[in-house]
């Protein structure tokens, strides 16, 4: 009767020091989240750094956006993939992502290239208003997707606009 007793106290007690342990183990690695904010993990910076106009036919033209993503930290971090939108004349003419995963080492910068092909019968199929213009205006908007230590997921903006010849 005695061991009944003494195995019950076992597992109460085996039990009890399992709970403890997790919630010491979930405080503290919240507390290293904390003590890692506070230290220094900082968020990437994007930025668009070239926008090259290319192959301008009759049909189409050809957008080149180069984005820089520049890595601030002591530590390599992953850039999990971005979101795009192409804005012409104010107005929403593609939106995407592309789920391209790379490093970015610790302390350094890399180049990510977006091609963009705009069609013009799409163009003046959507806005007609572009039919009589010699120019239009554009804007990128991109987010990029890190998945950072301490900070978790992160999307970090980037946005470029200019104009471009329609003739």
Not at 44 to 56: E, F, L, R, Y
Not at 136 to 162: C, E, I, M, Q, W
């Amino acid at each position: 009767m005695m061991l009944k007793h003494l195995n019950f106290f076992y597992s109460g007690l085996k039990f009890f020091i399992f709970i403890a342990f997790f919630s010491f183990s979930f405080q503290g690695c919240n507390a290293a989240k904390e003590i890692l904010k506070q230290g220094g993990i900082q968020k990437p910076t994007v930025s668009v750094t070239h926008v090259d106009v290319q192959n301008v036919s009759l049909l189409s033209v050809d957008f080149v956006f180069d984005l820089k993503v520049t890595n601030p930290n002591a530590v390599g971090i992953n850039l999990s993939g971005f979101d795009y939108e192409l804005l012409i004349n104010q107005k929403s003419f593609v939106k995407g992502d592309q789920q391209e995963p790379m490093e970015i080492k610790a302390k350094k910068s890399s180049m990510v290239h977006l091609p963009l092909t705009v069609d013009f019968a799409d163009i003046f199929g959507v806005f007609k208003d572009l039919a009589t213009k010699s120019k239009a205006s554009y804007r990128l908007n991109t987010g990029f997707h890190f998945d950072l230590p301490a900070l978790g997921k992160v999307r970090v903006p980037a946005s470029k606009k200019g104009k471009f010849d329609l003739r």
